[in-house]
């Protein structure tokens, strides 16, 4: 997966050491309310489509890019659904990092769902009753945060968990 620039430079100056990043996650429906997910490249699991925002951008602007750039769709972010630390993570190369992760709800638009970069190896639209077992761990816990902000919002009680 490529590393954005930005972190190659701060790399340069900091070594392996801890580098706390702004990442966003989105949970893509669509009418027929399937989810829009990815099989990851690095670790074959399916995943929500996530990625890390460039210096000063705007998070929602920043997921609806990644979404388009993982996946060939176009989504509209309706909700933040949570905000949540990550835990450390080391890359095979040494470099240690740290997530803030930044979850919304999306609205698909328009676009065929298909690998669009070389983070995925699949793109598929699942059934949120038949969602694959190989998901990754945060993906779940990010979908079950933003299907629960979901009916919260229907019910008249939503809030950022």
Request: include cysteine.
């Amino acid at each position: 997966m490529p590393v954005p620039e930005f972190v190659i430079r701060l790399r340069a100056h900091i070594g392996h050491d801890l580098l706390w990043l702004p990442g966003v996650t989105g949970v893509v429906l669509d009418d027929d309310d399937q989810v829009l997910l990815g099989r990851r490249a690095d670790n074959g699991l399916w995943a929500l489509p996530s990625g890390i925002l460039e210096p000063g951008e705007e998070p929602a602007v920043g997921l609806i890019r990644e979404i388009e750039e993982e996946t060939a769709v176009v989504a509209e972010a309706v909700a933040l659904t949570s905000v949540s630390a990550g835990h450390r993570v080391t890359y095979p190369n040494g470099d240690v990092s740290q997530y803030l992760d930044l979850t919304f709800l999306c609205r698909y638009v328009s676009g065929e769902a298909r690998v669009a970069d070389d983070e995925s190896i699949d793109v598929a639209w699942l059934c949120l009753d038949a969602l694959p077992v190989d998901m990754t761990e945060t993906s779940v816990e990010r979908l079950a945060k933003a299907l629960a902000y979901r009916e919260d919002t229907r019910a008249g009680t939503a809030f950022v968990r």
